[in-house]
C-alpha cells in the first residue's frame, strides 16, 4: 500500500508561484508513473500532469502547458509540481495519484491511478 501526502498549498496572488510536494511513504514509488490532478467543488477531477517512473517523460494539460512543470526525485520518494503564472482559474484541490501502469501512452483519467494523496488545497487570488 503506497501513502501520499501533498503538501506546498496555499494562497497567492494571480501571477504569483507555488510549489507542490508529494511525498510516497515506500521505495516502490519508483515504479510508478505520478500524476497531478486537480478539483473544484461540483467538478470532476481533472487532469493536470504526469511524469513516468525514469522521469524522461511528462504531459500536461493544455490548460497548464508552459506553466507548470511535473518533476520527481526518486531517491526522496517525492514529485514535484511547479506552478508558475498562476490565475485564478488554477484554483482548486489539487491531489498526486501513482499509477503501477507505466505506459509510453498517456493516462488521464483519475480512475487509471491506483493511489492517492489527502490533497493540498491552492487559491490564487485576482
Known amino acids: 500500500q503506497v501513502t501520499l501526502v501533498e503538501s506546498g498549498g496555499g494562497l497567492v496572488q494571480a501571477g504569483g508561484s507555488l510549489r507542490l510536494s508529494c511525498v510516497a511513504n515506500?521505495?516502490?514509488?519508483?515504479?510508478?508513473?505520478m500524476g497531478w490532478f486537480r478539483q473544484t467543488p461540483g467538478k470532476e477531477r481533472e487532469f493536470v500532469a504526469r511524469?513516468?517512473?525514469?522521469?524522461?517523460?511528462?504531459f500536461y494539460a493544455d490548460s497548464v502547458k508552459g506553466r507548470f512543470t511535473i518533476s520527481r526525485d526518486n531517491a526522496k520518494n517525492t514529485v514535484y509540481l511547479q506552478m508558475n503564472s498562476l490565475k485564478p482559474e488554477d484554483t482548486a484541490v489539487y491531489y498526486c495519484?501513482?499509477?503501477?501502469?507505466?505506459?509510453?501512452?498517456?493516462?488521464?483519467?483519475?480512475?487509471?491511478?491506483?493511489?492517492w494523496g489527502q490533497g493540498t488545497q491552492v487559491t490564487v487570488s485576482s
Open positions: 511524469i513516468r517512473w525514469s522521469g524522461g517523460q511528462t
Open positions: 495519484a501513482a499509477d503501477r501502469v507505466t505506459s509510453i501512452v498517456v493516462r488521464r483519467a483519475p480512475e487509471q491511478y491506483d493511489y
Open positions: 515506500e521505495r516502490s514509488f519508483r515504479n510508478y508513473a
